[in-house]
């Protein structure tokens, strides 16, 4: 926005509220978006993992409705006789399970070698009468051309198209944000509604495929172009929806600049991407107050103040935000809560009769890699919610199912211990880590912070010197490393270090908290830590 490349998410928030929106854990895109759409902790609404165990015990497969333990907010509106849109929202397969008109995130990936032989996927359009309208608003991969992507890439002509695997990663993402753009302005046009919500995976797909390139990559300008193109069809939503609708835009979470291949000189050593930092959230409505910053939010309260905008209550983890939904008299809706759906019938009737084949190795083995990875996220949601017993119980459940010499998971169950006053504990899981992984800091940090959490300073320091000197290009651990200073009660080492983290991600808000305890200000005394 500053570079006058985004003017109108610029002019979104010259005309209305913006603030900044701390992120939950796990920082997961599924579990990330169905806070938003239940106000809820990730611990209770059960969207944690992209896979999920197949219900058939067949393998795995991508997490959707049969997770969700929580109603969403479009369901609360429905049930309260508001019509909703919604198009793209992760983890929603199948759309035909929800009320309201819906098309899941299926209907926008290609499944055939051309758009004649693209079949769009059983349960994504609901309901189903909109199939006949929408599917020729697709855009197929291989109908994106070269003029198309050479916004995005200015020197295309310098590249071989068939040796550079990145012009197709870009066509296959452009073709699924035009399609879901494209559904979206034709629902938008064409159906009756009180609320529409869209999700673009756009930049999230981009900066994960291309932030890293350094600025002698052919593809060093696509980020940027990116954003402007996400701006523009930010632009077309709001011509779409005039000047009398109320109108959101959230992004749940930052990107950690630091670590994230923002090259700062050409050869510069490039780092992998980081999901960190603050998102926000910006909006405009006919009472919403213009120029107004509002107070750092919860992605909680998104689903509380979308539901207080129509007078409506709804038991949640969040709070309204009282700007974006002044006084109004309210009335409780109360949804049933989602129950797991029962076992497919066609499953059970083939099981009865024999047709039980025991998984392949492979399947096994995918098969607990997911449930490992589920109880990883649902272990970081409990402990970013203090429920640390639990956390750490889920933590070691998943450490059972996984080899010795992997380290997921280790992080977080020795941030427990320490959460515990557990010193032996956390000094334990810092030896594990650093022998699983010797060329990280992690393994360091996590013993000096056992030491530190017993007083014993002396044999903290040469951790936490090893450990910056692995890992100071990264500014969550060289945060962590100030907090383990503030343990020692050596806040001029603190001080420094919590700076030094700044300078990497200038928004990384435990950092600045730390900084404020290091020199006697107000702050969290758990955000450093």
Request: proline share 7%; hydrophobic share 45%; aromatic share 6%.
């Amino acid at each position: 926005m500053a570079a006058g490349r985004m003017p109108h998410l610029a002019r979104l928030r010259a005309e209305g509220a913006w603030g900044h929106i701390r992120p939950s854990e796990p920082l997961l895109a599924g579990a990330l978006w169905t806070t938003v759409a239940t106000g809820r902790n990730p611990s209770r609404h059960g969207v944690l993992t992209p896979w999920a165990v197949r219900q058939d015990g067949g393998g795995v497969g991508p997490v959707g409705r049969p997770a969700w333990r929580a109603p969403a907010f479009w369901q609360i509106l429905e049930a309260a006789g508001r019509r909703t849109i919604t198009v793209g929202w992760p983890a929603t397969v199948p759309a035909t399970d929800w009320p309201g008109v819906h098309v899941d995130a299926r209907f926008a990936q290609p499944t055939g070698p051309d758009f004649a032989t693209w079949a769009v996927p059983r349960g994504a359009v609901s309901p189903a009468v909109l199939l006949r309208s929408l599917r020729d608003l697709r855009v197929h991969p291989t109908d994106v051309n070269a003029t198309m992507l050479a916004p995005f890439v200015p020197r295309i002509a310098e590249i071989d198209r068939y040796r550079e695997s990145g012009l197709a990663t870009l066509a296959v993402m452009l073709a699924g944000v035009s399609t879901i753009h494209s559904v979206t302005t034709e629902m938008i046009a064409a159906q009756d509604w009180d609320v529409a919500a869209v999700h673009y995976d756009w930049l999230d797909h981009i900066q994960r495929s291309f932030l890293s390139h350094g600025l002698e990559s052919r593809f060093a300008g696509t980020v940027d172009a990116a954003y402007s193109f996400v701006d523009a069809l930010l632009g077309r939503l709001m011509t779409l929806a005039g000047e009398d609708t109320t109108l959101w835009v959230v992004s749940p979470n930052g990107v950690r600049v630091g670590a994230a291949g923002h090259v700062a000189r050409p050869g510069a050593a490039e780092r992998s991407m980081s999901w960190r930092g603050a998102g926000f959230i910006a909006a405009r409505g006919r009472w919403i107050a213009r120029g107004q910053t509002l107070a750092p939010a919860r992605l909680e309260d998104i689903a509380p103040s979308l539901l207080a905008r129509f007078g409506l209550v709804a038991d949640m983890d969040g709070k309204r935000i009282p700007a974006l939904a002044p006084g109004m008299s309210r009335r409780t809706v109360t949804v049933p809560v989602l129950a797991p759906p029962a076992p497919d019938r066609h499953v059970a009737a083939l099981k009865a009769l024999g047709y039980d084949d025991t998984p392949s190795e492979a399947q096994a083995a995918a098969m607990t890699r997911a449930e490992a990875a589920r109880l990883i996220a649902l272990g970081e949601a409990l402990l970013a919610a203090g429920r640390l017993g639990e956390a750490e119980s889920s933590l070691l459940a998943a450490r059972a199912m996984l080899p010795a010499d992997s380290p997921s998971g280790l992080q977080r169950l020795a941030l427990c211990r320490l959460m515990r006053n557990d010193a032996d504990g956390c000094r334990a899981i810092g030896e594990t880590l650093r022998r699983i992984a010797p060329h990280e800091g992690w393994g360091d940090l996590i013993i000096a912070a056992g030491h530190a959490l017993a007083g014993n300073k002396a044999a903290a320091r040469p951790h936490m010197n090893t450990a910056e000197e692995k890992g100071g290009h990264d500014p969550d651990l060289v945060s962590r490393l100030g907090g383990i200073a503030l343990l020692l009660n050596d806040e001029a080492s603190a001080m420094g270090h919590f700076t030094a983290a700044l300078a990497l991600d200038p928004e990384m808000e435990a950092a600045r908290q730390g900084l404020a305890m290091a020199r006697g200000g107000p702050g969290d005394s758990n955000a450093p830590i």
